[in-house]
């Protein structure tokens, strides 16, 4: 029992791409555009907790070792240079006053990046790019090609990297020993091999997918999405969600301003209920989660 | 070995920028010197004619201080060269200035000044080519009879209180209230009086950005600036909440003195006895406020 909770399987990955990539439009979007607090909260709260369930230990370690310092940072760093609003607290030796509504700005901003950044380690781990080709490859070929490509750059280089520095450990040629200028020496020969790939790389790619007839008219593609009823009550749900959050930030619903004084819409039950929208918009694929393995749970303990 | 090479060649090449910094350098400040000759011819003509009511009062306010300070500074520093230097120097500069001095003040300038020295020497040669265009912070030339900039780091605050009227308005915001970013509106006064005009004390040698900084800080006004080391002067961005480009593309703040929109910036004026110092909000670059800079060019 104990070994099947830790290696659990994300049931919301093995939707059809559809709803995984609707998911994530909304989320990003909403999480980029909401400035109200209550947003904001609720989608790193939901951020934070999806990728712990996605990846375990390495999103604790990350979330917490690396965004938790850099959303201090960045609410340290916004009332050290923007000085608007009403409530002055104190003045810097400079003259410049700290002000209590760049404070809040700063911790709001701060939020911000840090939750978008922790639904896009979400959004790399569900959406794969044979997913994203899936979903894009007919409609924009080539775009989609380069975007997958994109996407895919940076922990492919650092692959490529760790397996020639490596190759070059081997006869000694590594960052790890000589002088510094024999290491400097050393890492710009890595650094030449590792584009030297790279630009090989790519036209083999782009010969590889020619040569296959990728983009081609007729050409077909072996998939295993299927788009069934649980994909359908997914989208639906998602959808339905979605739209209402998108029309509610239309009308102006999550409304909130930091200059010059702190002020949003009056709490009635009405933003309430949109907050609780928000929130079950969120936390969809934990719930989904959640279900799955209760479920698969309670088959086993049947058995 | 290989590794030696380096490191002679490292040690080879800093020596080599060290000796041409070194003797560039030299260079420079000569040239600074020998331009500041013609000038002295120009200060002895032009000497007096410039003389107001006021800067004599304020010499005779501060002469027991400034004998004082001479006495040290001329005991001191009789036998350097650099003295020598940095007061014909600091006489070059008034000249270019146009601006008269009793004795007293001038040999407290020269003291001022010789603290600083080198920073002038490589300075002054720009100085000097430059007369009748623009001044090293790109000020345009001042307008007859108005004063001239001081620098905030050669002022000397004393400790002499004279009074000023100092005012915010931002009434041209009432106007164009269709600009205004609606956050903002709220804060405009009924009126645009930020500050009515109110009589207030300050030292001799002060500027009108620190009057500013003081007077809101007292009144409990926002007001935020920036330091612009081009034109060596505080940037005013915005005061009571209300910041550049809030109202239109062309909005901001500007002070006037006596009527007079200074084309340069409120650290660099030295406030007078007197003085009727009123901080307004543009929204049309200056022409809705009365300002005629850019109608000039």
Known sequence: MSKSKECHVDAFSSYHPLVNFLYFAFVLGFSMVFMHPVCLGISLVAAFTYSIYLKGKKAILFNF??????????????????????????????????????ILYGIAAATMLSAVI?????????????????????????LSLILSMVLRFVPRFKAQIKKISYAQKCIGRDLSNG???????????IL???????????????ESMKSRGYGLPGRTAFSIYRFDRRDKKALLYIGILGIFVLACGLMKVYYFRYYPTVKGNPSTIFFLFSYAVYFALCIVPIVIDVKENRQWKATQLNS | ????????????????????????????????????????????????????????????????????KTSQSSDSKKDEKVNNQSEAQSETEKSGLKKAESEESETKQGKSESDQGDKHLSL????????????????????????????????????????????IVCDTILDNMDDLDPEKVELVPKDGVILPPTKVTFYEGESVFNLLRRETKKNKIHMEFENTPIYNS?????????????????????????DWFPNYGCSRYQIKDKDVIVWVYTCDLGRDVGDGFYEQK
């Open chain 1, 179 to 189: 002088s510094w200028i024999q290491k400097a020496k050393n890492g710009i020969t």
């Open chain 1, 192 to 206: 030449s091999i590792m584009i030297t790939w790279a630009l090989e790389n790519a036209i083999e790619t782009a």
């Open chain 1, 65 to 102: 070792g690396f965004l938790a310092p850099m959303l201090i940072v960045t609410a340290i760093l916004n009332p050290a240079f923007n000085h608007e609003g009403q409530t002055i607290l104190i003045y810097f030796s400079n003259g410049n006053p700290l002000t209590l509504e760049s």
């Open chain 2, 124 to 167: 002054q040669g720009i100085d000097e080519e430059s007369k009748g265009e623009k001044d090293k912070y790109l000020t345009d030339p001042i307008p007859e009879g108005k004063p001239h900039p001081i620098e905030p780091q050669e002022a000397i605050i004393t400790k002499n209180a004279k009074t000023c009227t100092i005012s």
């Open chain 1, 118 to 142: 922790c639904w896009f380690s979400c959004y790399n781990e569900v959406m794969t790019s044979d997913k994203f080709i899936y979903l894009f490859g007919r409609v924009i070929p080539a």
């Open chain 2, 234 to 258: 505080a940037y005013i961005e915005g005061i009571h909440n209300l910041y550049e480009f809030d109202c239109g593309e062309l909005s901001g703040w500007m002070y006037k003195v006596n």
């Open chain 2, 1 to 68: 070995m290989k590794r030696m090479n380096y490191k002679w060649l490292g040690i080879g090449i800093i020596c080599i920028l060290l000796v041409v910094t070194f003797f560039w350098g030299g260079d420079y400040a000569k040239g600074g010197k020998a331009d500041s000759e013609p000038a002295y011819s120009v200060e002895e003509t032009e000497n007096g004619e410039n003389i107001t009511d006021l800067e004599k009062s304020e010499d005779e306010n501060s002469s027991v201080e400034d004998i004082e």
